[in-house]
């Protein structure tokens, strides 16, 4: 399957490509700067904002007690297995399995800013 073009940029004028690793994640969550949340925070910024800190969302417990920002080594331990990283965590995904992936979607959310 293709990746898929949205419209994800805060001006409206550049569509971004999601791939296909990446577009399960569009099933729960906003990619665009403006769009609120949806089941799930939007991913707009999420490389290098601090973990469960979108305004507005509603965290689960499990999210807020960790610590630090979303980097490469955190959202992949995330993607491998929610669970496992922040047990009690409201990420209803069972997780990315493949680390090509996984590599895949964390190199799209670095884009969304």
């Known amino acids: 399957m293709p990746a898929v073009a949205v419209n994800a940029s805060p001006d409206g004028e550049s569509a971004t490509s999601v791939p296909e690793a990446a577009e399960v994640c569009l ?10 949340a949806l089941e799930g ?3 707009w910024g999420v490389v290098g904002r601090r973990i469960a800190s979108a305004a507005d969302f ?8 960790q610590e630090g920002a979303w980097d490469r080594a955190k959202l992949d331990r995330f993607l491998a297995a929610p669970q496992a990283f922040a047990p009690g965590t409201q990420m209803t995904l069972g997780g990315v399995r493949n680390a090509a992936d996984r590599a895949a979607v964390i190199d799209f959310l670095e884009t969304l800013r």
Request: glycine share 0%; aromatic share 4%.
């Open 27 to 36: 099933s729960c969550h906003a990619i665009a700067a403006d769009e609120p």
């Open 58 to 65: 509603e965290y689960s417990d499990a999210l807020r007690r």
């Open 41 to 43: 925070p939007t991913l």
